[in-house]
């Protein structure tokens, strides 16, 4: 059990480290709401990994077949949605600079948000698919260490996504003005923005 929680650990560390385009959306929306906004949104993204490391475990080798054929459709759509939010944040920020750009200004909706917005990435569970065969593989695989290793994906993603709340929530008490909360607005919105055309480059 305990290769089942150092792997599992590994994995959610590996897939949710890489800086995409959640961290700042997640920074900022901390920064801009309240701590346990921005902890909701992080345990939404961890939400979105421990889906993902369960599918892969439950789908095994048909995991390609059934994910290629909707991963370019879902890497547009995830496009659109990324373009959507930077253009929204600005002009929020822009219009009235004490306002949260999205309506996620609760816990629930947060959570909601995020691991909708998390879910759209078929890389992640690609990922996890190739990890879960490469276990099988080596014989030392069965239902209660997939399990283990589920639960040690979620719990390395969560503590990941949430000590990046927890610098958005810094960041926002260091930048609790109006001009402060303007330009961490707009420099999420460019960085969001920018990871989407990454997406499409």
């Not at 609790?176 to 923005?193: E, Y």
Request: aromatic residues 6%; charged residues 5%; glycine residues 12%.
């Amino acid at each position: 059990m305990t290769a089942a929680v150092v792997a599992g650990l590994i994995a959610g560390y590996g897939v949710a480290i890489p800086i995409g385009a959640i961290a700042p959306l997640l920074m900022s929306l901390t920064a801009r709401t309240s701590l346990r906004v921005g902890a909701a949104a992080a345990l939404g993204v961890a939400a979105a990994d421990g889906v993902y490391a369960l599918v892969a475990v439950l789908g095994g080798a048909s995991l390609s077949r059934w994910i290629q054929p909707v991963a370019v459709p879902l890497r547009w759509i995830a496009v659109v949605i990324l373009l959507y939010l930077a253009v929204r944040i600005a002009l929020s920020a822009l219009r009235k600079p004490g306002e949260v750009g999205l309506n996620v200004s609760t816990p629930l909706r947060a959570f909601g948000a995020l691991l909708g917005l998390t879910l759209l990435n078929p890389t992640t569970i690609l990922y996890f698919g190739a990890l879960v065969l490469g276990w099988q593989a080596s014989g030392g695989f069965n239902g209660a260490m997939g399990a283990v290793w589920i639960a040690a994906v979620f719990v390395a993603s969560a503590s990941w996504q949430l000590l990046i709340a927890g610098g958005g929530a810094l960041l926002g008490k260091t930048l609790n003005t109006p001009k402060g909360r303007l330009w961490t607005a707009l420099i999420s919105s460019l960085m969001i923005g920018g990871l989407a055309l990454a997406i499409v480059m």
